[in-house]
């Protein structure tokens, strides 16, 4: 029974402190939410979800093998993208997708990567947009660098751009248009 009522007591105190923690403090300044996620994203355009993780990998059906045979995840057949320099295989997650990059051709951007990272390794991620050009306009005028001067179509099919990771915090970020 003091079991039961040294809990309560302990619950009743924890309640207590989280309360005053989650208080907030008057200030000189005021700060509204809504106004500096709009100076984040702007009002032309918003970030979207998620879209895919890609990743870079020396044995294309080694690693298309273990998603689908150990892993159990949908994945496509490989589809060469020749204008990439890639060939792309696609594991369906449910909430988003996976893109397993090989290298295709002499001049393939994941050739380098492999050479630096030799069992492969996480290559960008892609966050949806809902007005891409709206976005590379205000993320120039922001000094965020793009890979290329002009969006590209990209593996889905849809207008893409390549954040610099330099700009991103050590990350390569593509932008996909919704």
Same mark, same amino acid.
């Given at each position: 029974?003091?079991?039961? *009522?040294?809990?309560?007591?302990?619950?009743?105190?924890?309640?207590g402190?989280?309360?005053?923690?989650?208080? $907030?403090?008057?200030? #000189?300044?005021?700060?509204s939410?809504?106004?500096?996620?709009?100076?984040?994203?702007? @009002? *032309?355009?918003?970030?979207?979800?998620?879209?895919?993780?890609?990743?870079?990998? @020396?044995?294309?059906?080694?690693?298309?093998?273990f998603?689908?045979?150990?892993l159990?995840?949908? *994945?496509?057949?490989?589809? @060469?993208? @020749?204008e990439? #320099?890639v060939?792309v295989?696609?594991?369906?997650l449910?909430?988003?997708?996976?893109?397993?990059?090989? $290298?295709?051709?002499s001049?393939?951007p994941?050739?380098?990567?492999?050479?630096?990272?030799?069992?492969g390794?996480?290559?960008?991620?892609?966050?949806?947009v809902?007005n891409?050009?709206?976005? !590379?306009?205000?993320?120039?005028?922001?000094?965020?660098?793009?890979?290329?001067?002009?969006?590209?179509?990209g593996?889905? #099919?849809? $207008?893409?751009?390549?954040?610099?990771?330099?700009?991103?915090? #050590? !990350?390569?970020?593509?932008?996909?248009?919704?």
């Amino acid at each position: 029974m003091r079991r039961v *009522v040294k809990a309560a007591a302990l619950a009743a105190s924890a309640t207590g402190l989280f309360s005053r923690v989650q208080t $907030p403090v008057a200030s #000189g300044r005021s700060f509204s939410v809504s106004q500096s996620l709009q100076q984040v994203s702007g @009002p *032309v355009w918003n970030l979207g979800r998620l879209n895919h993780v890609a990743v870079a990998v @020396p044995d294309l059906e080694k690693a298309s093998s273990f998603y689908r045979d150990v892993l159990g995840a949908q *994945v496509s057949e490989a589809v @060469p993208l @020749p204008e990439h #320099g890639v060939s792309v295989v696609f594991v369906n997650l449910g909430n988003t997708k996976m893109e397993l990059l090989h $290298p295709l051709g002499s001049n393939s951007p994941i050739t380098g990567f492999l050479q630096k990272n030799k069992a492969g390794g996480m290559h960008h991620i892609c966050i949806e947009v809902d007005n891409i050009n709206a976005a !590379v306009t205000d993320l120039k005028k922001k000094k965020i660098r793009s890979l290329s001067d002009e969006i590209k179509i990209g593996a889905h #099919g849809k $207008p893409v751009i390549f954040l610099h990771p330099k700009d991103c915090g #050590g !990350v390569l970020v593509e932008l996909e248009q919704a």
